[in-house]
């Protein structure tokens, strides 16, 4: 009876551990971070509204008064965008042609002024977002049959490209009609080399990291990025590859974790943390994200955009208190904490960076053992067999 017994739990701890195999190695491949890691993310930044510069400048200081135990300041990474529809050449031309204006034009000075002293500073590094945070034709098509399309690309003044409607703000991929369609793949290539090379020219460096606008990519597009030099790619876990009929991101193609390569050889860093003081996100919820992602091994990326701290000057300021706020909690939260650049991150875990990336067997088995336990359906299965009590035996040996 007893030996019957045994053999029903062998059997059912073997399937399960194979049902879960590729999770479970996942989880264990994926890197452990020997501390906790705060990143802030925001994109959109450069081509656009004017007073992007000024809040760059606030950012700055409030980076710059907060420092980590090894006297470093947060770092914010900007996802840069190099350019935006040229409305008053658009206007004159009568609407049939779309002409751009670049972050390299005269009016931009003081807003790339202040985006290189952050980074001598080292509290801004530069990702490349994309030229526009929209494909133009795209945009076109979709005018020709949308009004507010039309009065947006044709507006007094610089736009900004937040009020578009969401699924044209994905770049690559075709909106104009949902579901969304492919774009043709040369002109894909070609559109990156440009952004590159722009990028290159505008910061006097070539860029290494890229974040696809609203999080919608292909393969192809990873190709094209390794092809100009990018070799860490952000994103929110999974790939979308359009829009979908309802208009949201879909066509998810891949899943992905932390330090995984791409097939072009690009790391992938996860960013699934949200703090938009806009949308009322509170301190406490980001400390509590944080210490979540510290348990867990992993970094926190945070998603925090420029939308927050551009426009109505009371809207700013309340955002900025906010930040600041959360900086101060997350500190006292999180003594340990540390901050770098995502490149730096990801450059940590290309390399095992002993300092940064855990090694020893012991305190690895613990965090994959938080890890696995997150896993949907994992958890009470285990429960349910027995399992967890022996990973549980297993953790508690280890000093969990
Ligand atoms: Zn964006």
């Not at 760059?56 to 907060?66: D, G, K, M, T, V």
């Not at 001598?120 to 526009?132: I, K, P, W």
């Not at 510290?294 to 990326?301: A, E, F, I, M, Q």
Request: one cysteine or more.
């Amino acid at each position: 009876m007893l030996g019957y017994l045994t053999l029903l739990i062998i059997l059912a701890w073997s399937s399960l551990l194979g049902f879960y195999a590729r999770d479970l190695r996942r989880c264990w491949r994926e890197p452990v971070l020997r501390f906790p890691v705060v990143i802030f993310e925001s994109d959109d930044w450069g081509a656009g509204p004017l007073d992007q510069a000024a809040a760059l400048e606030n950012l700055r200081a409030i980076l710059a008064s907060c420092k980590d135990r090894t006297g470093r300041s947060p770092v914010i990474t900007l996802g840069i965008i190099l350019a935006i529809a040229d409305t008053k050449r658009i206007r004159d031309g009568g609407g049939a042609e779309y002409y751009s204006a670049s972050l390299l034009e005269r009016v931009y000075d003081p807003l790339r002024e202040v985006i290189h002293a952050g980074g001598r500073q080292g509290v801004f590094a530069l990702h490349l977002h994309g030229m526009e945070h929209y494909w133009p034709q795209a945009l076109m098509q979709a005018a020709a049959k949308d009004t507010n399309i039309r009065d947006w690309l044709q507006s007094n003044g610089i736009p900004s490209t937040e009020s578009l409607p969401s699924p044209l703000q994905s770049r690559w991929t075709d909106a104009s009609v949902l579901p969304s369609r492919a774009l043709d793949k040369e002109a894909l290539r070609s559109a990156i080399s440009d952004e590159a090379n722009l990028f290159a020219t505008c910061f006097n460096a070539r860029p290494r990291v890229a974040v696809a606008t609203t999080f919608v990519w292909t393969e192809e597009i990873e190709t094209a990025w390794a092809s100009e030099g990018i070799d860490v790619v952000i994103t929110p876990g999974a790939r979308n590859t359009c829009r979908e009929a309802t208009g949201k991101p879909g066509g998810v193609d891949k899943r992905m974790v932390n330090g995984e390569l791409s097939n072009s050889g690009q790391l992938y860093l996860v960013r699934d943390v949200y703090f938009e003081p806009s949308l009322g996100h509170l301190p406490e919820r980001l400390v509590h994200d944080a210490q979540r992602c510290s348990h867990l091994g992993r970094p926190c990326l945070v998603e925090m955009h420029r939308f927050n701290f551009i426009g109505p000057p009371e809207k700013c300021a309340l955002n900025f208190r906010t930040l600041k706020a959360a900086l101060e909690q997350l500190q006292r939260a999180l003594p340990d904490m540390r901050f770098l650049t995502s490149l730096e991150l990801a450059d940590a875990m290309r390399t095992r960076m002993p300092e940064i990336i855990e090694s020893k067997p012991a305190p690895r088995i613990r965090i994959w053992l938080r890890r696995i336990e997150q896993l949907r359906g994992f958890s009470k299965l285990s429960r349910l067999s027995g399992l967890a009590a022996s990973l549980w035996l297993l953790g508690k040996a280890l000093g969990g």
